[in-house]
């Protein structure tokens, strides 16, 4: 019996909306459920998040029309301890860069990111 797992679902510039229809139709046809579209209302990504079967999920990942997947994930921010933890990566946070020559500034004096041990860098480019 096939595993199912989520995953974020990326496709390249050139892809219609339609054609990631069709995408979305065949993920739930294995199995899965498209959980948001984003290449609607925002656009953040030309692609989508889905739980997909494990089966599928190969099967997408050697499409021509897909650029990447990667496993979805909940990334969250704590205080920093008094001491940083073994393993843990942190970064003084100044602000934020909108992207149009701004910053804001944050209430946040330091970051901390954990990634579970087995995960590697998978998701965080």
Do not use: C, W
Request: hydrophobic fraction near 35%.
């Amino acid at each position: 019996m096939s595993q199912i797992g989520r995953f974020i679902v990326v496709f390249k510039a050139n892809v219609s909306s339609a054609q990631i229809d069709q995408y979305a139709y065949e993920v739930e046809q294995a199995g899965g459920h498209v959980l948001e579209r984003f290449d609607h209302g925002s656009k953040i990504l030309n692609g989508f998040s889905a739980t997909i079967p494990d089966s599928f999920q190969a099967q997408l990942a050697g499409d021509t029309l897909v650029d990447y997947i990667e496993p979805d994930g909940i990334v969250t921010i704590q205080p920093q301890p008094a001491s940083p933890q073994p393993g843990s990566i942190t970064s003084s946070a100044t602000g934020i860069d909108s992207g149009n020559g701004t910053s804001t500034s944050l209430p946040v004096q330091r970051l901390r990111v954990m990634v579970p041990r087995g995960m590697g860098s998978s998701g965080f480019s």
